[in-house]
Every structure is written in C-alpha cells, then in structure tokens.
C-alpha cells in the first residue's frame, strides 16, 4: 500500500476524441486524488494520440500515460488490457477508475483479474473513507437499495456509470506531464479480431447520452404514438425516445429504446414518462435523472414516488396541450 500512488482513469477515445465519460472520470478521480492529497493520471490508449493528452490536463488531470501501440489502433480487448496491466504494474496506482461502458466493462474485470484485486462495479458514487479506502455506492435489487461498498484490494478499483457527474469546467491553461508509453505488445497477445463491422444507423440523439430523454409505456395503446406525439415532443426538446420493456415486447418499438434494469441506464436532465407505470425494473434504469416528469391517468401507479412533477391524467389530452405550450414558448 505505502509504495502506491494516485488515482489512474482508463481513459477512452472513440474517432479521434476523448469520450465524454473519460472527462467525468477526470472529475470523479480528481475528488479523490484530492482526497489522498495524490496526484491523478489518465491512461489514454491508440495508435496515434495527437492533441488529446492535452484535452486530458484541461479536464483535470495531472500527468497523462499515452499510450501508443501499432496493436491499439482500435479497441480490441486482449491488446488494451495487456498494454493497461503492464502500465497498470510499473506505475502502482492506488486507485483505477473505469467508466461503465463497452472499453470499462469488458477490460475493468479483466485487469481487477490480472492485478490480483477486486473491483466494485457498477458505481453511481465515489469517495474516500477515514481509512482512506475507496468506498462507493452501487444500486442494487433492481435500483431499490443501494449499497455502500468498500474496497480492500490493491490497487483499489471502480468502474462507475457515466453521467453520475459532471465534467470539470474545460481550462486550457492547465499545467500537466505527458509521459509516453509503449508496451511493446506482442501480436500473440491479439486472441480475437473483429472481422466485420456494422454500423447502426443511429436516428436522432443516443439515449445513454441524451441531456432530455421522452418515453413511452403501455398506456400509450399502440405504436402509432411514438410515431406522432412522442416523437414531436421529443423533436422539440432535442430529447432521445425511450420506452418501457411492455411496449418493447409488445413490437411497437426496438430494444435499443428500452430503459431500465434488462435495458439503457440513462441519466438525463430531465426523463419524461408517458403511460408507464413505474416498475422498478424500469426505474432501476433511470433513477439516475436529475428530474422525472410522469404523466399516466391512474393517481396511485407508483412513478409518482419518484416523479418531481407528475400530471394525473390522459395523455391523449396532456400530451397535445404540453406540446402547444412548448411551442407557444418557443
Ligand atoms: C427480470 C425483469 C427485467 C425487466 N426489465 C425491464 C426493463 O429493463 N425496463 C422496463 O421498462 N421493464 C422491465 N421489466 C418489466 C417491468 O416489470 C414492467 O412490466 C414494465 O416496466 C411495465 O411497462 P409499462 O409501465 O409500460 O406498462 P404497465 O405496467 O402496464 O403500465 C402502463 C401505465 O400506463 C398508464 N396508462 C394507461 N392508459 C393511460 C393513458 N391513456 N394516459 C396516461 N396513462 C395511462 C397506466 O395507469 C399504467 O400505470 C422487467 C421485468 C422483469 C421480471
């Protein structure tokens, strides 16, 4: 423990940028260098990082691993976990941060492997206790509790959903080391490739990273509304279109606008549910919003728990008279 030192983000790049989750583990891991009074780092990983390590030091880090290997063009698991484990036990961290997402949740447990420790998953919350021990705040039981977990491993590791903090304000002028790494990997490391890629066509804004996300449940009657009235709502707003499982099984909408604990976690700034209930399974995937808005007709469905503001009513009436206000505002 005593030869340990700082706070390491596993940073992600996606076409070029830093992605903005990586600028919200900077946050996340600057509180807590803060905290052991240590410095933090981030790892980024490629073949060619041009200006990003200093996009890094602007959004809070201090010194950045670039990490650079003809073998880490792309993401491919067994290369970056290799490149991450050797960085990982020259440079002893005492905390890794990873983000939840494809890069943090398949190479996070891996390397908490590798390393010889344990890793606390699935975090909405970070900090430091008196013992000076990563603690962190995961839901569990479908998002009804929430559990306090602390780590005792070495290095101490966390993979912690995105959009559960807000990136540091971008400074430009920040000091910080850049200190180049090559893990001279070997081609052997390489146990799959990825032999095709399809890209989805993506319409309209992704609902993981969408700031107003409007949904859709049962009591909406048909998939026709999410053709009409939530998808003009959700044209107004500049929101993503998500929905509760019922509808999903039902057909009136594909599995990627699912929210919820077998679906998308989202954190928006403001969540609007039409027409669902509020099963915790679904809520277990969006209880992370800032402010939720329910319409449904029945006055006791258990959303209004969770609601800050919630309209008892028929959306065929709410609905239209919500949107006539938005536009009258805009
Ligand atoms: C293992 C497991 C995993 C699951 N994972 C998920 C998940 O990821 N996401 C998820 O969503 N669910 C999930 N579920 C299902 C979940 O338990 C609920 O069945 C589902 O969320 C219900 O969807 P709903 O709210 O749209 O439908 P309902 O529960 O049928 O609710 C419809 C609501 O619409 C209201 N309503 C009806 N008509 C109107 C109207 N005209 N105007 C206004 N309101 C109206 C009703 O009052 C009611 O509250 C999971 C279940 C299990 C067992």
């Known amino acids: 423990m005593a030869d340990r030192q700082g706070v390491l983000v596993i940073g992600e790049v996606a076409n070029g940028k830093l992605e903005a989750s990586s600028t919200e583990m900077l946050a ?135 959009k559960t903090g807000d990136p540091l304000a971008r400074n430009d002028g920040r000091h910080g080391e850049v200190v180049a790494f090559s893990p001279r990997l070997e081609a052997s490391v390489v146990k799959s490739r990825v032999v095709t890629r399809v890209e989805q066509p993506q319409a309209g804004i992704r609902l993981e990273e969408a700031a107003i996300v409007v949904s859709g449940g049962r009591g909406l009657g048909s998939a026709a509304p999410f053709s009409n009235e939530i998808k003009e709502l959700a044209d107004l707003l500049g929101a993503a279109i998500g929905a509760s499982r019922a509808v999903v099984d039902a057909g009136w909408i594909t599995h990627d606008h699912q929210v919820g604990l077998t679906g998308v976690t989202i954190t928006p700034n403001l969540y609007i549910t039409v027409g669902i209930s509020g099963a915790s399974q679904h809520m277990a995937g969006c209880l992370g919003s800032k402010a939720i808005i329910a319409i449904n007709r029945d006055s006791d469905a258990v959303i209004f728990n969770d609601c800050r503001y919630g309209v008892v009513g028929d959306w065929k009436k709410v609905l239209p008279a919500f949107i006539q206000q938005i536009k009258a505002m805009k």
């Open 28 to 162: 996340h891991g600057r509180k807590l260098a803060d905290s052991v009074k240590e410095p933090l780092s981030i790892a980024l990983l490629g073949q060619d990082l041009g200006a990003l390590p200093k996009e890094a030091i602007a959004f809070g880090a201090d010194k950045v691993y670039a990490v650079t290997d003809p073998l880490l063009k792309e993401y491919q698991v067994d290369a970056y976990l290799a490149a991450i484990t050797k960085l990982a036990q020259q440079h002893s961290p005492r905390i890794v941060l990873l983000a939840k997402g494809p890069i943090g949740s398949e190479v996070g447990p891996r390397l908490a492997f590798r390393l010889d420790t344990g890793v606390i998953q699935d975090c909405v919350e970070v900090k430091i206790d008196a013992e000076k021990r990563l603690t962190a705040n995961r839901p569990v039981y479908g998002g009804n509790c929430t559990a306090t977990v602390t780590s005792f491993g070495e290095p101490m590791m966390a993979i912690v959903r995105p």
